[in-house]
């Protein structure tokens, strides 16, 4: 299982190595996300909680497909895994679970292509597969670098 965790956050931090940079912050979630470029057919997506004690922060490492791009909105489905890094119990796992994401990036602005508004789908699944949620985001995204 860490072997495929590690294969996950590996192929998410290379595409940020070559790629332009995004974030986005999910205000009733409490969720701040770095992503590499937005507008390519696979992009990576990295998540941070930000309303949590340092021991329980939980990271979530994205791999997402723009199955339909137009001028005005990006639709996108992908796949994440949710981690624990800094658990101090050595009884607790690192591993979450796991997240399938469906969702839009649409650019309301004509002269602000960057500026995006993120609206997006994530049921999840704890580890042992008997339990999850359905969770929903909506948020705020800007496009670092060349305009879109």
């Known amino acids: 299982m860490k072997k ?10 290379s595409l940020f190595i070559k790629a332009q ?6 205000p009733f979630n409490n ?5 590499s470029n937005t507008q390519n057919v696979i992009w990576g ?9 340092f021991g329980n922060v939980t990271i ?10 137009t001028d005005w909105v990006n ?15 050595q009884d607790i796992d690192l591993l979450n679970g796991y997240s399938i994401d469906f969702g839009v ?6 002269k602000h292509r960057n500026f995006q508004v993120l609206f997006e789908l994530s ?9 999850g949620l359905f969770r929903a985001l909506l948020g705020v995204g800007y496009n670092f670098g060349k305009k879109d």
């Open 60 to 69: 979530e490492p994205h791999l997402m497909w723009n199955y339909k791009r």
């Open 75 to 89: 639709y996108y489905a992908g796949l994440g895994v949710s981690i624990s890094p800094f658990q101090t119990d």
């Open 123 to 131: 049921p999840f699944i704890n580890k042992d597969f008997d339990g």
């Open 45 to 53: 997506d990295l998540r941070l909680e930000t309303n949590t004690f």
């Open 21 to 26: 940079i995004a974030v986005a912050y999910y």
């Open 105 to 110: 990036r649409v650019k309301p602005i004509e």
């Open 31 to 35: 969720v701040f996300s770095i992503s």
């Open 4 to 13: 495929i965790i590690f294969i996950l956050l590996f192929s998410t931090f």
